[in-house]
């Protein structure tokens, strides 16, 4: 799967959410302010459904999935 | 309510589970709905007067009334019955999707409408009869997230409004109890929730946080005659979350 493409759409999802954003690979999503809340379980939610992956708000706390470059990889690894 | 007859949706954990074993002890006769049956055969195993049908209440909604009825000519007419089994899923307006809203309102909404159905049939049940649903003091509190989980358990309280004036002259009462949060897995397994979310909202209860045997005293109580006047109401039991500033 293109980390490209996965970078495009999860800036699509955070745009549908936040409005106009600036992010990159680093950017940490919940450290930097970004999301709050039930911002993150949106993101999750449409992750989710767009790449058919299971993520707990426990997993996205332990595997730091809040760091944009750590979602990618995790969807890398984990979507069907 | 010895030697009673009751059907309990959700039997099989949390607050269903309680109320199935308060029943038990008091010596009436349970048949528990749900789809685990390993958890259902071991409440099975524990008392002789518990008996269990596995069923999807997502599935198949047209032929529940029929299973009220397998469950008549199985057991005997019921003095009660209680609407437990439900689901929760914590997703923002928006991502929510129409499939997934349904389903849920299938299980929590559209399911009870049928087994009810099947209920009210002369031949089901017995004199006096009260059902019990269960709603949840979402129906009618604000709690971002959950907003078509909340409209589903609003859904009852409106039905059991209804259904109350409606059902008085087959002398069945209805009434539906509204608890505040409980420990149980339908918070476990809501995963957008986060394994902290107790902890979090518990300085919102006056009270503290409420256990599964608080829901289970007043759902006896409702199913009893000692309640016999009481129909068409919802009955909040939240440890006074509702009504603090
Ligand atoms: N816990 C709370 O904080 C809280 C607060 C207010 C209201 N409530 C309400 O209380 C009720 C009981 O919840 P609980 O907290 O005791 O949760 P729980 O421990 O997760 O129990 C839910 C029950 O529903 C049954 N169920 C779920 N989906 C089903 C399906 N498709 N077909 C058949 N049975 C199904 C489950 O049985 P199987 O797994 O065997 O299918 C289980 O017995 C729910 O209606 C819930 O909305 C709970």
Redesign the pocket.
């Known amino acids: 799967m293109n980390k490209e493409a996965i970078f495009l759409k999860l800036k699509e999802i955070l745009v549908d959410i936040k409005g106009d954003v600036n992010v990159s690979y680093d950017t940490a999503l919940i450290a930097d302010g970004i999301l709050d809340s039930l911002e993150v379980i949106n993101y999750l939610t449409q992750i989710e459904d767009t790449y058919s992956l299971s993520i707990s708000l426990d997993q996205l706390a332990e595997l730091k999935l809040g760091i944009i470059n750590n979602m990618i990889d995790y969807i890398v690894n984990n979507s069907q | 309510m010895q030697n009673q007859n009751f059907i309990v949706?959700?039997?099989?954990?949390?607050?269903?589970?309680t109320i199935s074993q308060h029943l038990l002890q008091l010596g009436a006769s349970v048949v528990g709905?749900?789809?685990?049956e390993e958890?259902?055969l071991s409440i099975k195993n524990s008392y002789s007067n518990f008996n269990f049908v596995i069923?999807?209440?997502?599935d198949e909604l047209d032929s529940l009334p029929d299973l009220i009825d397998l469950i008549v000519k199985d057991f005997g007419k019921i003095d009660g019955m209680v609407l437990?089994?439900?689901?929760?899923d914590t997703i923002p307006i928006g991502s929510l999707k129409y499939e997934k809203a349904k389903k849920l309102f299938d299980?929590?909404y559209f399911?009870n409408l049928m087994l009810i159905k099947g209920f009210s049939k002369k031949r089901n049940h017995n004199i006096g009869a009260s059902i019990v649903i269960?709603?949840?003091?979402?129906s009618s509190v604000g709690l971002p997230g959950i907003s078509n989980?909340s409209a589903s358990?609003a859904a009852l309280v409106g039905l059991s409004k209804s259904l109350a004036v409606e059902l008085s002259r087959e002398n069945i009462r209805i009434n539906c109890v509204?608890?505040?949060?409980?420990?149980?897995?339908?918070?476990a397994?809501d995963k957008h929730l986060g394994n902290d979310f107790l902890s979090k909202i518990e300085h919102r209860y006056p009270l503290g946080l409420g256990t599964?045997d608080d829901i289970a005293n007043i759902v006896e109580f409702l199913l009893s005659d000692k309640s016999k006047w009481i129909t068409g109401s919802n009955i909040i039991i939240d440890g006074g979350l509702s009504i603090n500033f």
Do not use: E, V
């Open positions: 949706t959700g039997a099989s954990s949390g607050i269903g589970f709905i749900g789809r685990n958890k259902l069923k999807d209440l997502s437990c089994a439900g689901i929760q299980i929590n399911s269960i709603s949840s003091i979402t989980y358990k509204s608890p505040g949060h409980i420990k149980t897995d339908l918070l397994n599964t």
